[in-house]
């Protein structure tokens, strides 16, 4: 299983890197290797894709996620 990187960028979206396997809403599968940024402002017309309106709505939130406390 290869390695999959999710990482918040400040004041913006989620940051996914790696090969993985996007499911559609019909229950299909896809495997992509392409960058894709997941929506965390909530405004994306695009949604849960990122499509930059986090930048016109003034979102602001850490570049950094905390690490869980499950184990």
């Given at each position: ?5 999710v990482r918040?960028?400040k004041?913006?979206p ?5 090969t993985?396997d996007l ?9 992509t290797?392409?960058?894709i ?17 986090h930048k ?9 996620a ?5 184990g």
């Amino acid at each position: 299983m290869s390695k999959v990187l999710v990482r918040p960028l400040k004041d913006g979206p989620y940051e996914i890197r790696g090969t993985m396997d996007l499911v559609g809403a019909d229950g299909t599968t896809q495997e992509t290797t392409e960058d894709i940024y997941l929506c965390r402002c909530g405004h994306s017309a695009n949604k849960p894709f990122c499509d930059g309106t986090h930048k016109k709505m003034g979102f602001q939130a850490p570049g950094w996620a905390r690490p869980s406390s499950r184990g």
